[in-house]
Structure formats: C-alpha cells, structure tokens
C-alpha cells in the first residue's frame, strides 16, 4: 500500500478533507452577505438580501434529498467533487456578477454545493466512525462553525485590503 493509499484510507485524514470542506463552504456562505452593498450589483435592498439568503435555502432544499439518493448509489466522492465544482462556479459568479439575477443564481448554485458537500461529508463519518461517530460529527461541524466565524471576518479584511473581487479570489 502506497503513501498516499494509505493517506486515503485514514479517518483522520477523512475527518481532516470533511471539516475542510465543510469549512470552506460556511466560509463563502458567511462572506457573501457582508459584501452585497458592495459588489457589482449594487445590493442595497434589505429585501433583496433576504432573498439572497432565501436562494441558499432553496438550493439546498431542493438538492438535499436528491443527494441523499445519488450519494448512497454512487459513493461518497462524486458528490464532493461536484459539490467543489459547484461552489467554485458559485464563488465565481458573486465575485464577478454585475445583477440581482447572477448573485441569486450563484446563492441557489452554493446552496446546491452545500447539499453535495454536508450530504456526502456526514455520509463519510458515519461510515468511518462507526463506534465514535458523533464525536466525529461533531468535530466536522466544528470545520463549518469556524467557517461560518471566518468567513464574515476574513471577508471583510480581505474587502478592506484588496477590494470587493479579493475575497473571493481566495475562496
């Protein structure tokens, strides 16, 4: 077994990639509001910014039962893959979407790649930790948690130090 077989086969290493992963996305989903008044768009309408938050829920909503589906007969790292691809074509949109319609279209996507991610990352707990599983859990959680805390400050620092396009050049 090779180096990195071996790395493949880790829970910790598992456990490390989920709560990245799971970092990454609460990450951009914390960052994204902050920034509205100031991207492209010009989203100053509290109203519009609630249904920024309500396209997340949709997205997610709608995919959530969909991937539950998918990730039990494909596996677990499809899903992870095109939840990645998803959240980066959303990330890209609000950095560089100039309307309503394209940060609401990129909130649905993130939403969707929020599915594909927390569906297929607490599936690969639950199968590595059998005997500690909400242990494992929780310590995947704690990777969005953070994220959720990072990504509104970060954000803003990132904002602050190389205008609107940097944080999400990072992401």
């Avoid at 938050?53 to 969909?66: D, F, H, K, N, S």
């Avoid at 992870?80 to 309307?99: E, K, P, Q, R, Y």
């Avoid at 909400?134 to 990132?158: C, D, N, W």
Wanted: contains cysteine.
């Amino acid at each position: 077994m090779t180096f990195i077989d071996k790395l493949r086969s880790s829970p910790k290493m598992m456990l490390l990639v989920v709560s990245f992963a799971l970092f990454v996305d609460y990450y951009i989903y914390g960052m994204v509001a902050p920034l509205a008044s100031v991207s492209p768009a010009h989203i100053e309408d509290e109203s519009i910014i609630s249904t920024l938050y309500g396209g997340y829920a949709m997205g997610l909503i709608v995919a959530t039962p969909i991937l539950g589906i998918i990730t039990d007969r494909i596996g677990r790292r499809k899903p992870m893959l095109i939840g990645i691809v998803l959240l980066a074509i959303s990330t890209l949109l609000f950095g560089f979407g100039t309307s309503k319609e394209m940060l609401l279209a990129a909130r649905v996507l993130e939403g969707a790649a929020a599915a594909c991610t927390w569906t297929a990352a607490l599936a690969l707990c639950a199968e590595y930790f059998v005997e500690n599983r909400v242990q494992a859990m929780g310590i995947a959680m704690l990777g969005g948690t953070t994220g959720s805390v990072a990504g509104p400050l970060i954000g803003g620092k990132l904002f602050d130090m190389g205008g609107y396009a940097a944080p999400f050049y990072v992401a």
